[in-house]
């Protein structure tokens, strides 16, 4: 019997561990930029409409490679005026945010609600990488594994 219920377990478990934290004191589900910062690396993608092409392609290019998102504590961030239609990704963390935060973020960062941007943001909140297109994984892992923080996050022992 309790070899039966060994696979339920996993599967009711699998949604806690999909999210990596910088720190303990992280918030698991973060719901605001604030929240994010010190702890995850952000990864804003502005997008006229939840199924545009691009908006999926970079999801798509992400889910590819979530384990290296996670090791890297990237979070995934979708910024979006209508949300009609959106399907989440499969394997990369991600944070929906509320309709006033997105607006707050677009306002922050000067991006129309027509235009497709990639905004990488820092532990520290600041942006490192801004494209009019989407982005690929090696150029997202080369440019954090530069950074001079996940440089000390590769040091530590058990380190991602």
């Given at each position: 019997?309790?070899k039966?219920?060994?696979?339920?377990?996993i599967l009711?478990?699998?949604?806690?561990?999909?999210?990596?934290?910088?720190?303990?004191?992280?918030?698991?589900?973060?719901?605001?930029?604030?929240?994010?910062?010190?702890?995850?690396?952000?990864?804003?993608?502005?997008?006229?409409?939840?199924?545009?092409?691009?908006?999926i392609?970079?999801?798509?290019?992400?889910?590819?490679?979530?384990?290296?998102?996670?090791?890297?504590?990237?979070?995934?961030?979708?910024?979006?005026?209508?949300?009609?239609?959106?399907?989440?990704?499969?394997?990369?963390?991600y944070?929906l945010?509320?309709?006033k935060?997105?607006?707050?973020?677009?306002?922050?960062?000067?991006?129309?609600?027509?235009?497709?941007?990639?905004?990488l943001?820092?532990?520290?909140?600041?942006?490192?990488?801004?494209?009019?297109?989407?982005?690929t994984?090696?150029?997202?892992?080369?440019l954090?594994?530069?950074?001079?923080?996940?440089k000390?996050?590769?040091?530590?022992?058990?380190a991602?």
């Amino acid at each position: 019997m309790t070899k039966h219920l060994f696979p339920l377990a996993i599967l009711l478990l699998a949604p806690a561990f999909t999210q990596a934290q910088a720190r303990p004191d992280c918030v698991l589900k973060p719901t605001t930029l604030t929240q994010m910062r010190r702890c995850y690396r952000p990864l804003l993608v502005f997008s006229p409409s939840a199924t545009d092409s691009r908006l999926i392609q970079q999801q798509s290019t992400l889910d590819e490679a979530a384990d290296d998102m996670l090791d890297r504590f990237v979070l995934f961030v979708p910024v979006f005026a209508k949300s009609t239609g959106y399907q989440p990704p499969l394997d990369t963390p991600y944070a929906l945010l509320s309709e006033k935060e997105l607006t707050s973020i677009r306002s922050r960062f000067q991006i129309a609600e027509n235009q497709f941007t990639v905004l990488l943001l820092g532990e520290d909140g600041a942006i490192k990488l801004r494209s009019p297109n989407t982005v690929t994984i090696s150029r997202l892992n080369s440019l954090i594994d530069a950074m001079p923080d996940r440089k000390l996050e590769m040091q530590r022992p058990h380190a991602n």
